[in-house]
């Protein structure tokens, strides 16, 4: 129905091929070396997080008088006493599992005591639900998970909207990472197995939040926004996604790593049922969400997003001339990998990733280490979107590797937030329990069946 009513993008991207850098580039409008999440991502014995310096979409926002609530995973830090979770980020309310949970044991993901088909760690602690900065509930318990979410993002909006006060909701679902999970209402439900019982969950979820915004008669004045942080990973076979025609998936900088579906969608403002091939990205909606609320920004530091306005509200051209592709593990010396503009693009490295044998392509094996390119491997996206045949245009070689390094001559680099790690800082909701880690369990908050769970939503 998004798509029906909204705008689809087909050229559209993350700014990472995994998970903490693309959510740090989302928040900041920033590409995430800038802020020091890199190389790779946050685990749950991290004790790093995104800088506090840094300014989210919801910090600009608060300054505006905006109501800012996040539901699901965060993966920017837990951090010590818990200091880099949302609510040390500019958020009024949190609820969720602060990382993936497959960073920690799993052993029921199907109503209503099926096994998770994936491995998951086993030397970490049970996944912790946080309320704000209360753990509620560890392990988390994946079969109700989705309906505590939801729940406690249709409560945000309604308080918000009951109250008059303009609202930010960031919505950033587990589904559908590995392992999969899906509670009663979606259990062998689909024909595409796990996967598809999953996404059918999330697609049910979508569809509570979009209705809460109809019955608060706010949904002709709110920006609704759908997308991804990564490509689909390979790995997990037909469980962990499919990535269509484009090449490889998550983990790698080719367009099955970064170019993701999204959606934008605002009742009587975004023409319904369009769809553009205007470059975008994720970096793009911090400048985007800030124009349009009249909030400020930030104008002490490099802005590396663009305001996609005149592609959502004016059927014109896109401000961004060219996108920038940073590996999953980036570092100084190698910098970039690629970059494009409106129809060509350049790898200057490439390497695989998350994958491997019966996968077919070698190019996106996980044993296919970093290869430079010398010149760099060139294609045209808007006819060859499988990146399958190479171009020897030396005049677009010549000016994309200019744009490249005039790029990276104005990047400052912040120091990686991610090498630092100590079991000890892993989140337990009973601190000093023994034994560690497998001690740190607790209810305090149960999710009951048709008892809908209300959030302590800060006022």
């Not at 369009?274 to 800030?290: I, N, R, S």
Request: charged residues 15%; aromatic residues 10%; hydrophobic residues 30%.
């Amino acid at each position: 129905n998004m798509a029906a009513e909204g705008l689809r993008f087909l050229q559209f991207y993350s700014a990472s091929p995994v998970c903490s850098p693309s959510r740090a580039a989302l928040l900041t409008g920033r590409y995430q070396v800038r802020s020091g999440i890199w190389p790779g991502v946050f685990g749950a014995s991290s004790t790093g997080g995104l800088p506090h310096n840094e300014t989210t979409i919801a910090e600009a926002l608060k300054e505006v008088g905006y109501a800012t609530g996040m539901v699901g995973k965060w993966h920017l830090g837990v951090g010590a006493n818990f200091t880099y979770l949302p609510t040390n980020q500019g958020f009024d309310y949190y609820l969720g599992i602060p990382y993936s949970h497959d960073m920690c044991p799993c052993y029921v993901c199907f109503y209503p005591n099926d096994t998770c088909f994936d491995h998951c760690r086993t030397g970490e602690v049970p996944c912790p639900i946080f309320q704000n900065q209360e753990i509620i509930q560890q392990p988390a318990d994946f079969t109700t998970l989705t309906a505590r979410y939801t729940d406690g993002a249709t409560a945000f909006i309604q308080k918000s909207a009951g109250s008059g006060s303009p609202f930010f909701l960031y919505m950033a679902y587990q589904h559908t990472h590995h392992p999969q999970f899906a509670s009663q209402m979606f259990r062998n439900k689909t024909l595409r197995g796990t996967m598809g019982d999953s996404l059918a969950e999330l697609d049910w979820s979508v569809g509570q939040i979009m209705s809460t915004l109809k019955k608060a008669g706010v949904d002709n004045n709110t920006l609704v926004f759908f997308t991804a942080d990564n490509g689909p990973s390979l790995t997990r076979h037909v469980r962990g996604g499919n990535q269509g025609l484009l090449k490889c998936g998550k983990g790698t900088t080719y367009e099955g790593g970064q170019r993701e579906p999204a959606l934008a969608w605002m009742p009587g403002k975004i023409p319904a049922g369009k769809t553009t091939l205007e470059l975008a990205g994720t970096v793009d909606l911090l400048p985007t969400v800030l124009n349009l609320a009249g909030a400020k920004v930030p104008s002490d530091r490099p802005i590396d997003g663009v305001d996609m306005a005149p592609i959502l509200f004016g059927n014109s051209t896109s401000n961004r001339e060219m996108y920038f592709y940073y590996p999953k593990n980036p570092e100084p010396q190698t910098g970039l990998f690629a970059i494009r503009n409106s129809r060509y693009k350049a790898h200057f490295r490439t390497e695989g990733s998350h994958c491997g044998p019966p996968y077919r392509d070698e190019d996106c094996w996980a044993k296919t280490s970093m290869k430079a390119h010398d010149p760099p491997l060139l294609f045209d996206l808007l006819i060859d979107p499988s990146e399958q045949y190479q171009l020897g245009n030396e005049t677009v070689i010549k000016e994309l590797t200019q744009a490249a390094n005039d790029f990276e001559s104005k990047v400052v680099w912040h120091a990686s937030e991610i090498h630092g790690s100590d079991a000890h800082a892993q989140p337990c909701c009973k601190p000093g329990c023994s034994p560690f880690p497998s001690c740190c369990q607790c209810n305090k908050v149960p999710y009951i069946q048709d008892q809908p769970f209300s959030p302590n939503i800060v006022d």
